[in-house]
């Protein structure tokens, strides 16, 4: 079919996000929590909705309440704290806002989250990749340093714990972090920070270059409600505050939110019980003939099976009733209910056989 001439050529190629909605079949593929809010929480914000947020008036446009309770939580001040739909606006936002224009690239070490590429291409930013060490996944330093020497790198792009392979910064990793300049912009992903409890929060008010993304949508089970913050330096927040999209929030997310943070003890009470989950997947994985799984640091695991394609792997698994995600070259199992997991190694178990 021939292209319409009137858009950019750069972007007929462009894979979309691949998200897939599977039927009837154990959804353990896009690292979502694997038990929904509690009833008596859906009944109080059922009931904010009919009675409290008027359908008629547009939502909060600053977030004030909310970043008043997001800054309580995480320990920042409000004037540290832009809220985006989902950290995807957020990243969108910061690339905007440092290489839109040419003025630069984005280092991505692969294999890695892959909406920094996807959206760095969307814009017409250059996206530098580089592999990282294919037995611990570490940062390959040598190549992100020569990167940096060769590419007017304006965006470190780093997950931490990293998705798809579960891996956070090492000792070393951290030190070559701590030496990149300050015209250098270092965005630390941190959606898994409640399962590792690692953050880089303490060291921004030394590092005016870093700033730290979270998501509702992993621990406090928010997935549908689709919310995102960054902390940064009060400018860069300002500069992320002036180009985003006006009411990108609903007042539902928004009060949903601000009601999961007022419960956050009771929200994840249920931690502890997803890293033993997590163990206990990882202890059976390794028992599998052929299998070889990573430890990790977030709510899944990363794993690869000799002999086996990942996408194919993952299709017929998902025929037997269990979605995963083939990524990276290996495949992501998103850690479920013991139910969920306890079906997802037998129907494995049944594939490799």
């Not at 070490?109 to 590429?117: G, H, R």
């Not at 920070?193 to 921004?204: I, N, Q, V, W, Y």
């Amino acid at each position: 079919m021939r292209a319409l001439q009137y858009l950019r050529s750069d972007l007929l190629d462009l894979k979309p996000y691949d998200a897939v909605l599977p039927v009837a079949a154990d959804k353990l593929d896009a690292n979502e929590f694997p038990w929904d809010w509690p009833t008596g929480f859906k009944q109080k914000l059922s009931l904010l909705w009919e009675k409290g947020i008027p359908s008629n008036r547009y939502p909060d446009a600053n977030h004030h309440g909310l970043k008043q309770a997001i800054a309580a939580y995480a320990g920042a001040d409000p004037s540290q704290i832009s809220v985006g739909n989902g950290s995807d606006e957020l990243i969108r936002s910061l690339l905007i806002a440092t290489c839109l224009g040419g003025r630069g690239s984005i280092l991505v070490p692969e294999p890695t989250f892959s909406m920094y590429a996807i959206l760095a291409q969307s814009l017409g930013i250059p996206v530098v990749r580089i592999k990282r060490d294919p037995e611990s996944f570490a940062l390959n330093l040598e190549g992100c340093q020569q990167a940096l020497a060769e590419h007017r790198i304006r965006v470190v792009c780093l997950v931490n714990p990293n998705s798809p392979t579960g891996n956070s910064l090492n000792t070393s990793e951290w030190a070559w972090v701590e030496t990149l300049p300050p015209e250098i912009l270092v965005v630390l992903d941190e959606a898994y920070f409640e399962f590792s409890r690692h953050t880089a929060l303490p060291k921004l008010a030394d590092h005016p270059n870093w700033v730290v993304l979270r998501t509702f949508s992993k621990a406090f089970r928010l997935a549908a409600h689709r919310v995102g913050y960054a902390m940064g330096h009060p400018q860069l927040i300002q500069v992320l505050e002036s180009i985003r999209l006006p009411y990108n929030l609903t007042a539902f997310s928004q009060w949903a939110v601000q009601i999961a943070l007022e419960h956050a003890e009771e929200f994840l009470a249920d931690l502890p019980l997803l890293r033993q989950e997590r163990e206990t997947l990882y202890n059976a994985l390794q028992q599998l003939p052929g299998v070889r799984v990573w430890p990790s640091q977030a709510n899944f695991l990363y794993f690869q099976v000799e002999g086996w394609d990942p996408h194919r792997l993952q299709q017929e698994w998902q025929a037997l009733g269990t979605c995963v995600r083939a990524t990276g070259g290996g495949i992501r199992l998103t850690v479920g209910t013991p139910e969920e997991n306890q079906r997802a190694l037998e129907r494995l178990r049944q594939l490799l056989q």
